[in-house]
């Protein structure tokens, strides 16, 4: 018996939803939503761009106004409507999400197997988007950390810099501080470099390309606050739990005195109450599934705290995101110190 119109609407919301997803990404990726914003023609847009393919840009043009996200006038006049300028206020999320595990959430199926390798996915924008997200949610929550701290400091290390915001944002709040970015895939090294070239602080940061353990082995630096956000996790993933007793505890024998946030997500995929929330469903159950998949693993909470103690460190501060962005409670940052003997 053939499928009924209604039933099939209603089967294809998904699809709709990973097209329209993906399109967005490539509308924000080549600055399109800039050239609506400010209204434009198809002929307009080819022309001022140049080397585009007409057909194609007109097929993304019509795809877009069919969506909602661009509207056209009697006259031809391309604008981006207010559902538009919605998408682009998550931007960052769909640079991460799209462009940095797109393909990661297509190859989920061939890597299903025992022994099976990771799945790919795309270093630059997973680091841009991420610190892009960061701005949001855990630089606020970094900054209200160190607030209560009651410290200055004079050198930061970021672990796992992304595209460096993280250094730019800390060198903006404490003028006296000078940061090091570490990063291992050199395709966000690059745009963290070039993230950090544009900032007034560049005269104090560098980024070098290496991993966490890899430079801790031959650090000369002695830093006094240090930052692991969303990448304690991949080394959970990728050395195991000695791995991370390795990075606190080598982070601590060249620093004793140092101020190390960790910002992580909250393992709750499997709370069926807490996943019902709408963000979770929008944008946190994406964001568990795929880490299994790309050799990352993620703990809860009260792991994470339970394995601080146990490497001799205490919790001087720990809160979740500004309820107002994000009422989940499954970002937390901890602000963390070499427990007094």
């Known amino acids: 018996m053939p499928i009924q119109e209604k039933v099939l609407i209603d089967a294809l919301e998904p699809f709709k939803g990973f097209v329209l997803s993906s399109i ?130 004079r050198l930061l290390v970021d672990l796992g810099c992304g595209s460096g915001v993280y250094l730019t944002e800390l060198c903006r709040d404490y003028p006296e501080m000078r940061a090091v970015g570490i990063e291992p895939d050199a395709a966000a090294v690059d745009a963290a470099r070039e993230w950090v070239a544009a900032q007034p602080t560049a005269d104090r940061v560098r980024v070098e390309q290496a991993g966490a353990l890899e430079w801790l082995a031959s650090a000369t630096d002695r830093p006094d606050l240090a930052v692991l956000a969303f990448v304690i996790h991949e080394v959970l993933g990728q050395e195991g739990e000695d791995g991370v007793r390795r990075l606190l505890t080598q982070l601590f024998e060249a620093a004793p005195d140092l101020d190390l946030v960790i910002v992580d997500i909250d393992l709750q995929s499997s709370d069926e109450a807490a996943m019902k929330h709408p963000l979770a469903q929008n944008y946190y159950a994406a964001y568990y599934l795929m880490h299994p998949f790309t050799e990352q693993r993620l703990e809860t909470r009260e792991w994470w705290e339970a394995l601080f103690a146990d490497c001799g460190l205490e919790i001087a501060a720990s809160s979740l995101t500004d309820p107002a962005m994000d009422s989940t409670g499954m970002e937390v940052g901890w602000l963390l110190r070499r427990r007094a003997a």
């Open 24 to 153: 967005i990404f490539s509308m924000h990726r080549h600055g399109l939503d800039e050239d609506f914003r400010r209204g434009t023609t198809l002929a307009d847009l080819v022309a001022s761009r140049g080397g585009l393919d007409r057909a194609r840009v007109a097929a993304l043009v019509d795809y877009l106004v069919a969506a909602q996200v661009v509207a056209r006038d009697s006259g031809g006049r391309l604008t981006l409507t207010a559902l538009g300028e919605r998408y682009g206020e998550a931007r960052p999320w769909y640079e991460m999400m799209i462009g940095g595990y797109g393909i990661t959430f297509l190859g989920l199926g061939d890597h299903l197997g025992e022994g099976s390798p990771p799945v790919p996915r795309v270093g630059r924008f997973v680091g841009s988007g991420s610190c892009g997200i960061s701005m949001h949610d855990s630089i606020p929550l970094v900054r209200k950390l160190l607030a209560g701290g009651g410290r200055d400091y």
